[in-house]
């Protein structure tokens, strides 16, 4: 059975550009959860999906991420303009229930903004 | 609002040697609790969880873990060391159901488990 794969692994692009995460969890799985870690920081919950829908966004850290899971299945995170500060690793995980059940986590990708 | 810290950012041991990191949580109410590991250029693979079994819980790799009510502890430990164990190890703590911590994994700092042969 394939893990959580995302795409791409490394991104490199300059401050006011777009760039698209993608996500595609493990098949089966209805929950979806996106963290980020700084460097230097901790692993930071950004926002959980249960299908399609947001569930919890309370981590998302402003209007310029958009996040979105259109049909259950995959899922794409956004950052339109990105600034310096959105430099880091995306990580993607997920779960077939909520709440004690293990997350399956994505290898991540590497976002750097110059 | 739960919090996890894990003391010591880096952890250095010789091979064959114990190997103790250790967690503490902040929660209201007992949490779920989890171990997860990082080895270079791959994902987040969880060692163990506690969710509210046995206190002693038994991960892969030989590692374990003992959750501690009573000094809000979850510290991993494995008797004797190897090369491969070298990584990155994360606490992490979700809450219970009716919680706003329900699913969502908040996270410790990391600690960088160094094994020197």
């Known amino acids: 059975e394939a893990g959580v794969t995302q795409f791409p692994s490394h991104s490199v692009i300059e401050k006011g550009q777009t760039v698209t995460l993608r996500c595609d969890p493990i098949?089966?799985?209805?929950?979806l959860y996106w963290y980020r870690r700084v460097m230097g920081k901790e692993i930071k919950f950004l926002l959980h999906?249960?299908?399609?829908?947001?569930?919890?966004e309370s981590g998302m850290p402003n209007n310029r991420f958009l996040a979105e899971r259109t049909g259950g299945t995959y899922s794409t995170l956004k950052v339109q303009p990105a600034e310096l500060e959105d430099s880091g690793v995306y990580f993607c995980?997920?779960?077939?229930?909520?709440?004690?059940?293990?997350?399956?986590f994505g290898p991540g990708t590497r976002l750097l903004v110059l | 609002a739960q919090s996890v810290t894990q003391l010591g950012s880096h952890v250095s041991v010789s091979e064959g040697a114990l190997v103790l990191l250790r967690c503490n949580y902040s929660?209201?109410?007992?949490?779920?609790l989890f171990w997860y590991v990082q080895y270079p250029n791959q994902g987040l693979q969880l060692l163990l969880k506690?969710?509210?079994?046995?206190?002693l819980v038994k991960g892969i790799n030989g590692f374990e873990a003992e959750f501690k009510k009573s000094e809000t502890s979850f510290h991993l430990t494995k008797p004797s060391a190897h090369m491969s164990d070298a990584a990155e190890y994360f606490c992490?703590?979700?809450?219970?159901?009716?919680?706003?911590?329900?699913?969502?994994?908040?996270f410790g700092q990391g600690t960088i488990l160094t094994v020197h042969p």
């Open positions: 999906f249960v299908k399609e829908s947001k569930q919890d």
């Open positions: 506690y969710t509210s079994a046995a206190t």
């Open positions: 098949s089966g799985h209805d929950n």
């Open positions: 995980a997920s779960s077939q229930v909520r709440g004690g059940e293990t997350q399956y």
């Open positions: 992490a703590v979700s809450g219970k159901a009716g919680g706003t911590s329900y699913g969502k994994l908040t």
């Open positions: 929660s209201s109410v007992p949490p779920y």
